[in-house]
């Protein structure tokens, strides 16, 4: 018994050292991911809150935090074991923000004008049209192919939650998981930078902005990063420090968690490596560009009513959300929501060339740009989108071109095949078979 005694005590030493510095600094991003997560869930999407802790927040660590939501005040808070409350507020036309003790939840805010400019027959409406009959399409091995994205009942496996395929501006395939529909808004993550990049190519369509020029940060320019331009931004090749592991505290997480103005948090880092020399994926660098962004408009009112006037409601992205951090201005990195068939017509967009109905948004040489590979990432990456260039999905089309979120949302434009696929989720290629998924799909439309 008394060799057993200190025994124990060294376990409890070990145990409180490793609770006090892995895992108590943990709790204030736990707490904040799941406050965050229940907000926009609840109050853009409508789900229950049993809804959103049995699927979105069934992730490791994020299932330990305790949640609430206020109907009336329209807010969630969070806590783990009662320590490190987070809370975060639902503002109509803002979405959630996850705020601090310094907010203040009085002030007056500015909200986006929006206009609902497009109705009728899909994709210029979101009404799906009788289905069209395609004599090169096999509708069996599609549906076949779609509802394999899927999982049986009680099965947590591939955790699809919309599947959409569009071929020829026509929705051949549509399929949702229980508690979805062709309204359920969803998280894009960060297809979301893709709407952020295409800001910058409605900017260069109408003679607004050079994206060759040295960006337009003033703290930059007594120091090498002077020379940083906003195309090495859109490229995620500026050079700039950065770390980006979700399964650890980091730059990311510190700035989606806990920044006020996340725009700042890239902006602020010194230099890793000279400017093109050198690719890293940085959630930061987005949000720089959507900073960036602000800078270019008189008004905070005329910044925030751009992004809806000029693309997204242009395009009848009517569903789409994009919320905002506490100094105001949009996560372009992360927190953009809409519903499936939105998030198709974006895809759809780009595959026309920036077209849209007959006016044309972007360039064709914007698009063309999108998706030229990045010199320095093996071609994986354009400009805010990924790429299939360098073959990373094997049996996919070199051609493709693509949105992509954590947790597997992607939206895929297939220019070879006059395709588009989108696929939402909550797992990723550690277990979902992007592949095949797409390769079977593809398969099944002979052209």
């Known amino acids: 018994m008394k060799r057993i005694v200190p025994f124990l005590l060294v376990v409890l ?5 490793y609770i006090s510095w892995v895992i ?9 991911f799941s406050a965050k997560s229940v907000a926009s869930g609840h109050f853009i999407d409508n789900r229950p809150l049993e809804l959103i802790e049995a699927q979105d927040n069934d992730i490791k660590l994020i299932d330990w935090a305790t949640n609430t939501i206020e109907e009336a005040g329209k807010f969630a808070t969070s806590s783990v074991y009662g320590l490190k409350e987070r809370k975060a507020i639902y503002r109509e036309g803002l ?7 310094d907010f203040d939840e009085t002030q007056p805010y500015l909200v ?5 400019s497009q109705k009728g027959l899909f994709p210029y409406g979101n009404t799906k049209p009788q289905d069209s009959l395609f ?10 192919a779609v509802a394999n994205a899927f999982d049986a009942s009680n099965e947590k496996v591939k955790r699809s939650r919309a599947v959409l395929v569009v071929y020829k501006d026509r929705i051949i395939a549509e399929k949702y998981a229980p508690g979805f529909n062709e309204k359920s808004k969803i998280l894009g993550w960060s297809m979301t930078k893709s709407i952020t990049g295409a800001m910058y190519g409605v900017l260069a369509q109408q003679g607004k902005y050079d994206i060759y020029k040295p960006a337009p940060i003033m703290q930059w320019q007594n120091d090498k990063r002077k020379n940083i331009s906003t195309h090495n931004l859109l490229q995620m090749n500026s050079g700039l420090e950065w770390v980006e ?7 990311a997480t510190r700035m989606l968690f806990q920044a006020e103005d996340m725009g700042k948090v890239q902006l602020e880092k010194p230099l890793a490596h000279l400017p093109n020399t050198h690719w890293n994926y940085s959630s930061g660098t987005t949000n720089l560009l959507s900073k960036i962004l602000r800078s270019q408009f008189n008004s905070h009112q005329e910044y925030l009513d751009f992004w809806y006037t000029n693309l997204i409601d242009k395009i009848g992205m009517h569903s789409m959300v994009i919320e905002t951090d506490m100094v105001g201005n949009y996560v372009g990195s992360s927190y953009g929501w809409a519903t499936a068939r939105d998030w198709a017509k974006f895809g759809l967009l780009y595959l026309h060339q920036g077209n849209w109905n007959g006016e044309q948004i972007l360039s064709s040489e914007w698009v063309i740009y999108t998706k030229t590979p990045t010199a320095t990432s093996n071609g994986r990456y354009g400009a805010q989108f990924w790429l299939n260039a360098g073959g990373y999905f094997p049996d996919v089309p070199r051609d493709m071109y693509y949105c ?26 550690e277990g979902f078979d992007f592949n095949n998924f797409l390769k079977s799909i593809i398969a099944t439309v002979q052209k």
């Open 404 to 429: 992509s979120g954590y947790q597997g949302q992607m939206v895929a434009v297939i220019p070879s095949k006059d395709m588009v696929i989108v696929r939402m989720g909550l797992k990723g290629e």
């Open 95 to 101: 979405g959630a923000t996850l705020i601090n003790d």
């Open 13 to 17: 030493v070990l145990m409180t050292v």
């Open 24 to 32: 108590y600094p943990k709790l204030d991003l736990i707490s904040g």
């Open 112 to 116: 986006p004008k929006r206009t609902e």
């Open 245 to 251: 592991d979700y399964a650890t505290i980091c730059d």
């Open 135 to 144: 004599s090169n399409v096999d509708y069996g091995n599609l549906n076949r």
